[in-house]
């Protein structure tokens, strides 16, 4: 039976990048994506494959990776209103598919 999971994970949005190498801070933001699957483990698997996807066209550079930055990443199992009122704006994501771009952009207000 298909789940509702709300995938969470960090990253460095661009100009928090930029920041952090210039100043040496380790500012992060975090995405909310409303992931539809069978299970917290599949959920956690597309959720990290989509987060992968967002963060390389966020970053509009070739070969930058979330996965290989180690980001944190998890289903939150209570999500406060603020998590569930981002991820409403995302819209549920099914195995397979990828959100908006520009409309998941807007979301997390990068």
Do not use: C
């Amino acid at each position: 039976m298909v789940q509702r999971f709300v995938f969470v994970f960090g990253y460095e949005s661009p100009h928090e990048a930029a920041a952090n190498q210039r100043v040496g801070t380790d500012m992060e933001s975090a995405g909310v994506l409303p992931v539809l699957a069978e299970s917290k483990e599949a959920a956690l698997e597309w959720g990290r494959e989509v987060a992968e996807w967002y963060l390389g066209k966020l970053m509009r550079v070739d070969g930058y990776s979330w996965k290989a930055r180690r980001y944190a990443s998890w289903i939150e199992e209570r999500p406060d209103r603020l998590l569930l009122e981002t991820a409403e704006k995302v819209g549920d994501i099914a195995r397979g598919s990828y959100p908006d771009f520009e409309q998941t952009k807007t979301a997390f207000g990068d």
